[in-house]
Each structure stands twice: as structure tokens, then as C-alpha cells.
């Protein structure tokens, strides 16, 4: 039987050209994130089963990948259920191994602690454009700042690494969880439906308005719940501020400390901002995440047609480990999918250094030989990038595939020194 050449469903090779792009973007976000004062971290790609189906990563908790116990542990012929079987997972995200870490080493960290974090996750779903089952993430989280400085450094971080990437006319979308919930409660739908109530909001942006009303009622909902709640959506696009219009309307059911915390985050980023993206309340933006409890935010990008980053503040996850909560907040770039869209767009890896490849003749002595990966060494130590490679008997075809490689400077090397050109 022949070996499968090409790699699992949902996953993929990287090649070299894409993969000095992912370099190079790797090195503009962290470069830029550690100028806000955020400190990398890592966690392990496995997380403990419990941990990952706690209930808190909403519809990601279907796609997880499970690992079988091993060895005595796992025993088939006793096994009755699931947890007989399983006690590890692949990470799906990187929010609930961050708030582990942070739960276990808090006594050793800085408060606020401001961390970053870069690393595949995995997700069994559907692969399609710009989605995979295993993909980078790339996150930003404060924790132990209770005021919404943490949202504003987050969103100012994020727009500043994508405007640096040249991203340009892009928005960011902002809403809060308790403007969700007081619509909801406004509407008359139960406590425990919010949950639904919100996932079909969530398709608002793919079946419109009127096909969120219709599958409202579809699920049970009664009619005049259904439409007082889509009317509040209604008339907030027909004022003039949507926040204020939505704030009088529900009256006691939303604090107004809500509504002055957000505007104060809005227009704290509008000031510095710059004009290369634009800045939006959009009360239809949920997040799909159940462990957000306030300010959630979105990048939404024209040219991918969708999501390309997200987050919000999640301050009851770490009560979760340690019984006593902890403010923190996230916000994390879709590191793929800006990769798809530079590559789409002919990106090119800006000039660093130079690149070199020295084409050795087969068969050029020993001595000789030596002298030449001698000044290559010598070249390496001063910054630039040599490649020493045998010489091919097409030297023309040889010299278009390095090219491609970005090698712009090639020396020769001959057996015969008087054929030696190093400046060819």
C-alpha cells in the first residue's frame, strides 16, 4: 500500500515564499505588541479535557480534537463512557490554556500582566477559504486591569500591527455583552434563552433582518418578542446615535455605566486612532464565545468578506480555576487568514539583507573548497545571507529557481581558477 503524499484533511505544507511571509508578519506583530509592554508566553498545544469542555468555547467545543489515554489508563474492555476514554484535547483556542497559565502562575507574574501569545490550534470543522483544522492564532490579553484602558490598548495594539502590515479601510465593530442581554431582556425572552436568542442574531450579516425574525419564531420564540426585538434593531439604524437611541430605549434594563464605558473606550480610540480604519457600534456583533462578559470587538476586513480578528473582556474565566475572579481582557488577529490575503495580493517580504548563493563547481579540491565556505562565514557574520550550493549543469535554470527564492547576487566557483568569476 503507497503512502499518502499529501497532508491530512484540513491541514497543510507551507511552502517557502508563504512561509518567509508568516516569518516576517511573526516579527511585525510581536515587534509591535512588545512596544505596548506585552511579554510572550507560551502553553502546551495539549490541554486537559476538562479544561477545554468546561463549557465556556461555545460551538468550539464540538471540534475538538480528542486524545485516547494511554497505556493501563486506558482500558477498552471497562470503558462505559467518554471520560473512560479521553483525558486530553488539542487546544482550540488559546484563551482557556492562556487563563490556565494564568491561574497557575499569577503569584510569579506582574499585575497587569500583559501577555502575547502565538501557536496552532485545532478545530475538526469544515475546512474552507482562509479556515483550516489546524491554524495560528495570535493573541493579546491583560489581565488584572479592571478599567477599559485594557480595551483601548488592545484595539489600539491590534489596528496599528494591520495598519503596519498595510491593511488600510478596514473596521473595527464594538458592542458589549449587557447591551446584548438587555435587549434580549428588554424583548421579553428568558434568561436561559439568551444563548439561542444570540446565535440567531449571529446570522444576521448572511440571512438579513427579516430571516433572523423568521427563524426566531422557527425556534419557539413567540412572534411579538420576535419583533420587538427586531424592531429595536430597526430604529437604532434610523438614529442619529445608535448607542444613545438604544440606551433611552432600555431604559433600566441596561446600566448606564455601560453605555458611558463604551463611548468613553470609543472615543478614547477615535483620538489616536489615525484614519486607516474606521470605528463602529454594531449591536448585532456577538462573538461566539459564552465567557465574555462586556466589551466584545471585530475586525472585519473587505477584501476577505469576513472576520480577520477578534475578542473581548472575560472577567469570570479565571474564577473558573481559582474561585476568585480576575479582570482580564483579549484580542486576537487571524493570523491565517491575513496570511491569505497578503499572498492573494502579491505580497512581498520587504528588503532585509541581501541574498547570496555561491555555485560550486563539482569536483573544485578540497582546499579550495574551504576558502569558499570560509568567506561565506565571513559574509554570514557581517548580517547578509549566503547560500553555498554545487553548481548544476544548467546554470541558467539554476540561477531562475534560486531567484525565485529571493537570491539576487551569484559567485561562481570553477575548478580552474582562471574561470573563477566571483563577481558573476
Known amino acids: 500500500m503507497a503512502l499518502s503524499k499529501k497532508p491530512v484533511t484540513g491541514m497543510k505544507?507551507?511552502?517557502?515564499?508563504?512561509?518567509?511571509?508568516?516569518?516576517?508578519?511573526?516579527?511585525?506583530?510581536?515587534?509591535?505588541?512588545?512596544?505596548?509592554?506585552?511579554?510572550?508566553?507560551?502553553?502546551?498545544?495539549?490541554?486537559?479535557?476538562?479544561?477545554?469542555?468546561?463549557?465556556?468555547?461555545?460551538?468550539?467545543?464540538?471540534?475538538?480534537?480528542?486524545?485516547?489515554?494511554?497505556g493501563e489508563k486506558l482500558n477498552l474492555e471497562t470503558a462505559r463512557e467518554e471520560k473512560d476514554l479521553v483525558d486530553g484535547g488539542l487546544r482550540y483556542d488559546l484563551t482557556v490554556p492562556l487563563v490556565r497559565f494564568y491561574s497557575n502562575h499569577s503569584n510569579e507574574l506582574p499585575s497587569p500582566f500583559k501577555a502575547l501569545q502565538m501557536g496552532n490550534v485545532w478545530r475538526a470543522e469544515r475546512p474552507q477559504r482562509g479556515r483550516y483544522r489546524q491554524f495560528m492564532q495570535c493573541d493579546i490579553d491583560i489581565f488584572g486591569e479592571p478599567s477599559n484602558l485594557a480595551e483601548i490598548e488592545l484595539i489600539l495594539a491590534t489596528t496599528l500591527t494591520l495598519g503596519k502590515l498595510g491593511f488600510k479601510n478596514f473596521q473595527v465593530r464594538i458592542n458589549d455583552r449587557r447591551i446584548l442581554k438587555a435587549m434580549a431582556a428588554y424583548s421579553g425572552f428568558c434568561e436561559d434563552a439568551y444563548d439561542n436568542v444570540f446565535i440567531i442574531l449571529d446570522k444576521m450579516d448572511k440571512i438579513g433582518p427579516e430571516g433572523v425574525l423568521e427563524e426566531l419564531i422557527h425556534n419557539g420564540f413567540g412572534s411579538e418578542n420576535a419583533e420587538k426585538y427586531?424592531?429595536?434593531?430597526?430604529?437604532?439604524?434610523?438614529?442619529?446615535?445608535?448607542?444613545?437611541?438604544?440606551?433611552?430605549?432600555?431604559?433600566?434594563?441596561?446600566?448606564?455605566?455601560?453605555?458611558?464605558?463604551?463611548?468613553?473606550?470609543?472615543?478614547?480610540?477615535?483620538?489616536?486612532?489615525?484614519?486607516?480604519?474606521?470605528?463602529?457600534?454594531?449591536?448585532?456583533?456577538?462573538?461566539?464565545?459564552?465567557?465574555?462578559?462586556?466589551?466584545?470587538?471585530?475586525v472585519a476586513m473587505p477584501e476577505f468578506g469576513g472576520s480577520c480578528g477578534g475578542g473581548g473582556r472575560y472577567d469570570k474565566m479565571v474564577g473558573r480555576f481559582t474561585g476568585k475572579d480576575v479582570p482580564a481582557c483579549g484580542f486576537s488577529i487571524g493570523f491565517e487568514r491575513i496570511i491569505l490575503l497578503l499572498m492573494e495580493n502579491g505580497f512581498n517580504v520587504p528588503f532585509q539583507s541581501e541574498k547570496t548563493a555561491y555555485l560550486v563547481e563539482k569536483g573544485l579540491p578540497?582546499?579550495?573548497?574551504?576558502?569558499?565556505?570560509?568567506?561565506?562565514?565571513?559574509?554570514?557574520?557581517?548580517?547578509?545571507?549566503?547560500?553555498?550550493?554545487?553548481?548544476?549543469?544548467?546554470?541558467?535554470?539554476?540561477?531562475?529557481?534560486?531567484?525565485k527564492e529571493g537570491y539576487t547576487q551569484f559567485q561562481e566557483f570553477f575548478r580552474d581558477p582562471i574561470k573563477t568569476d566571483p563577481r558573476s
Do not use: C, H, W
Open 13 to 70: 505544507d507551507i511552502l517557502p515564499k508563504e512561509m518567509a511571509i508568516r516569518d516576517y508578519v511573526s516579527g511585525v506583530i510581536k515587534e509591535t505588541y512588545r512596544q505596548f509592554g506585552f511579554t510572550p508566553i507560551e502553553t502546551p498545544g495539549v490541554e486537559n479535557i476538562e479544561n477545554l469542555s468546561s463549557k465556556q468555547g461555545g460551538e468550539n467545543e464540538k471540534l475538538i480534537f480528542k486524545i485516547l489515554k494511554r
Open 230 to 298: 427586531m424592531t429595536l434593531f430597526r430604529e437604532m439604524e434610523e438614529a442619529a446615535d445608535g448607542l444613545t437611541y438604544l440606551a433611552e430605549k432600555l431604559g433600566d434594563f441596561l446600566e448606564e455605566e455601560v453605555r458611558e464605558n463604551l463611548r468613553e473606550i470609543m472615543e478614547s480610540v477615535e483620538a489616536t486612532k489615525g484614519s486607516f480604519f474606521e470605528l463602529v457600534f454594531d449591536p448585532t456583533l456577538v462573538r461566539g464565545m459564552s465567557y465574555y462578559t462586556g466589551p466584545i470587538f471585530e
Open 366 to 403: 578540497a582546499e579550495e573548497l574551504g576558502k569558499v565556505i570560509a568567506r561565506a562565514q565571513e559574509e554570514r557574520a557581517k548580517g547578509g545571507q549566503v547560500l553555498v550550493v554545487r553548481m548544476n549543469k544548467n546554470k541558467k535554470f539554476q540561477k531562475e529557481q534560486l531567484a
